[in-house]
């Protein structure tokens, strides 16, 4: 078996090889309920890196993976999870849509063996869609660990279709999936096997007669699907049907069907009707086919005792905030200088060897230093992924999330807003992704207008070399603490503002599962954290190298030539070494005031001026928009071009000498909470649609962000600093 894209880092785009003129093609949908491990099944198949995580809702977007085995091409579609197919949240809607419009060959659907009753009412609604279908019982593991175990021929007899036991953290049962689509897929599909009660299928049967008088619905498969969905008052199918020629007549139908079946089994609606049939269905099928794992006090329960104790809960939460703060400054900081020092011995030795001219000032004042000074922070940023990474995989998440239910709520936010925002120290970008699983659309439009002050890990470089340069290191983890804090009692409050001038009304309330605590896989975590590295390291190579050869030439240019001959005459006749040296970074200063971005610099500093920046730092801020990173390598940039000054070779050191203390933490306040980057912004206009909220998006964080600064600045003014 081959994979053709799985070493992409997150999947997606086809590496074409050529062959797959000659290949037969088989589309496969993955589908089951959240947090049922389908992410994992596929990684465990394939080798391929999809994001996991202990949470429903941490697959948002399909994802396509290709394998090639026996001269077959099959493209497994990896789906968000869905509860059911009378979906809510935009995620679910994502798989819903894919499962009713796309044209596939057949469904895998997972569930999870430790909830396989639940699991198995989705199942029931797949079935009815009458395609070829594997079911795929996973976490087979977990169950058999606590003594209980799935009986597989028992489940294939009972359903009628594949049945295959799997655990994808074991890497059990994963390989055969394959073999099981190809066999599914040449061979004729089974005859249905569920079927309702017979009160039921009499009105599915009255209904199929009428849909099959319009010529959409000549499959009798498909109308038997529809007038399920019909009866499970499905939005969607309705829509669909408004528009036949039949509508009118079958509208009739349905109002009596639905008041017949609603007497029969005196209920609300036949939704329930069908709700209770699948719950019947399921709870027998289980009581068959599952032999229970004793009840006993599990793991997760004695954890939960004090992990989500009523008083201790959130107070051992700011604990772990606070000591991944820690960790990240402190022990990020050991790599941090070697690197630091290896990049400026780098550009030493470029000013050595190369001769002096524009090819040694744009490695050695452009392109090294500005590299360099971002790939510093990869292990502080390492660290900090580890520890999102770890609140995702352990379970720990939705805990979190149910602690501050009640806090977030004073606020306008529900308590599921948590997972989006705590993604949101990490990036931006799947962060507003994340946003999807709030299924009311103002509790999402309110997230993620205050999402953008969760401090993202691009932010980080900056925070650390600023406070490096400016707090004793000694306080360094609890300000970096501070930070992050700050910006979420920002958002926090801006939400609340917003909830309660633009958005009237209540949040939703908390709902959301609690999956068992489980230990992260080592490799998981591993895989994870070297997909961050090479996309940092590569964003540094392509980038930033790219920006700062652009803030390179452009600081770097026009040469003025009389100033230069000036200073050159000057220079020689002066009387001393430091004189000399004196005079050559006059020099520096004055052309890169002449240059390019010195005009651009001025021009914009009577903007940043009463925030105490002087236009180099405005131009970084600036270049900021585009990644948060470019403010660090532009500054490097900037005060590596501008400076001859032997004695202040590291980037901390001129900006302690170039920098006020309250101007450097506006600056810090300042890339709180602007705009994110462009691939944000991007992000952001791409799930919201509307254009009032894409143009406020645009303008209130950099205006907050400059009155919260100048506040700042001033502030620390009158306070003697
Ligand atoms: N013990 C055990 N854990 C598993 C297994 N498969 C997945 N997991 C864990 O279950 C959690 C959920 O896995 P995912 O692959 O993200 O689940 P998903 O179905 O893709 O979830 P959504 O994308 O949210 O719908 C992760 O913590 C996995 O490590 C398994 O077979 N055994
Ligand atoms: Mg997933």
Not at 473 to 491: K, Q, V, W
Not at 515 to 533: N, T
Not at 565 to 570: G, H, I, P, R, V
Request: with cysteine; aromatic share 10%.
């Amino acid at each position: 078996m081959k994979c053709r894209n799985c070493d992409t880092d997150e999947s997606g785009s086809r590496n074409g090889t050529g062959t797959e003129q000659k290949m037969k093609k088989i589309k496969v949908a993955l589908a089951g309920q959240p947090n049922v491990g389908k992410s994992s099944i596929i990684n465990s198949m394939t080798g391929a890196r999809l994001h996991v995580g202990n949470f429903s809702g941490v697959t948002v977007e399909k994802k396509e993976i290709f394998i090639e085995k026996d001269g077959y091409e099959i493209e497994m579609v990896d789906l968000p999870g869905i509860y059911s197919l009378n979906a809510y949240t935009p995620e679910e809607q994502v798989a819903k849509k894919f499962l009713y419009n796309e044209d596939y060959d057949l469904i895998i659907n997972v569930a999870d063996a430790n909830t396989l009753s639940r699991n198995l009412i989705f199942t029931f609604q797949l079935m009815d869609m009458q395609k070829k279908m594997i079911l795929v019982v996973n976490m087979i593991d977990e169950v058999e660990k606590q003594g209980g175990k799935v009986d597989r021929d028992k489940l294939e007899e009972l359903l009628g279709i594949p049945v295959i036991l799997t655990s994808a953290k074991e890497h059990r049962g994963v390989d055969e999936i394959v073999d099981h689509v190809i066999e599914v897929y040449t061979s004729q599909k089974p005859k249905n096997k569920l079927f309702y009660d017979e009160r039921i299928e009499e009105q599915i049967e009255k209904l199929v007669k009428m849909l099959h008088k319009s010529p959409h619905f000549k499959d009798p498969d498909e109308a038997r699907f529809i007038a399920i969905r019909l009866l499970d008052r499905d939005e969607e199918v309705y829509k669909v049907i408004h528009d036949l020629p039949i509508f009118i007549e079958l509208h009739e139908m349905l109002g009596q069907i639905y008041r017949e079946l609603e007497m029969e089994f005196d209920e609300e609606s036949t939704s329930d009707i069908l709700s209770d049939e699948r719950y019947a269905m399921a709870k027998a099928l289980v009581l068959k086919a599952l032999k229970k794992p004793p009840k006993k006090l599990t793991l997760t329960d004695r954890l939960d005792r004090l992990l989500i104790h009523p008083i201790l809960g959130l107070p051992i939460f700011l604990f772990f905030m606070w000591l991944l703060f820690q960790i990240t400054f402190e022990v990020g900081s050991v790599p941090m200088e070697w690197i630091d020092a290896a990049f400026t011995e780098i550009s030493n030795t470029i000013n050595a060897v190369l001769p002096a001219g524009a090819i040694q000032s744009v490695l050695a004042d452009g392109i090294v230093p500005a590299v360099g000074s971002v790939i510093m922070f990869l292990p502080n940023i390492l660290i900090l992924f580890l520890g999102i990474n770890l609140l995702e995989q352990t379970g720990y998440m939705a805990r979190a999330a149910f602690l501050l239910d009640g806090f977030m709520k004073k606020f306008g936010l529900q308590g599921k807003a948590f997972i989006p925002l705590v993604s949101g120290f990490g990036c931006t970008v799947p962060a507003y992704m994340a946003a999807r699983t709030l299924k009311n659309p103002k509790d999402r439009i309110i997230t993620m207008l205050v999402l953008g002050f969760m401090s993202c890990s691009a932010r980080l470089p900056v925070y650390v070399l600023l406070i490096g340069a400016f707090f004793p290191t000694s306080h360094a983890g609890n300000i970096l603490f501070i930070i992050y804090i700050s910006g979420a009692i920002l958002g926090l409050i801006v939400a609340k503002i917003l909830r309660m001038v633009l958005f009237k009304g209540e949040p939703e309330p908390f709902v959301m599962e609690m999956p068992p605590y489980r230990f992260p896989s080592m490799k998981a975590l591993g895989v994870e954290l070297w997909i961050k590295a090479k996309l940092f390291l590569k964003k540094a190579g392509t980038f930033i190298a790219g920006a700062s050869m652009i803030i390179w030439f452009l600081s770097s240019y026009p040469h003025d030539s009389l100033l230069v001959q000036s200073y050159e005459a000057k220079i020689e006749a002066a009387i001393d070494e430091a004189a000399k040296m004196q005079l050559q970074s006059e020099l520096a200063a004055k052309e890169l005031e002449n240059s390019y971005l010195g005009t651009i610099g001025k021009t914009i500093e009577p903007v940043f001026a009463p925030l105490g920046f002087d236009w180099r730092v405005s131009v970084a801020t600036i270049a900021g928009l585009a990644a948060k990173e470019v403010v660090v390598s532009t500054l490097a940039t900037l005060y590596a071009v501008g400076d001859a000054d032997e004695k202040s070779n590291t980037l901390i050191e001129r900006l302690r000498e170039n920098i006020s203390f309250k101007a450097a933490v506006a600056l810090i306040v300042i890339i709180m909470i602007y705009s994110p980057c462009i691939a944000a912004m991007s992000t952001f206009w791409a799930e919201v649609p509307q254009w009032a909220w894409r143009g406020f998006y645009m303008v209130y964080p950099n205006v907050l962000a400059w009155l919260m600064a100048f506040g700042v600045y001033n502030l620390l003014g009158v306070l003697g600093y």
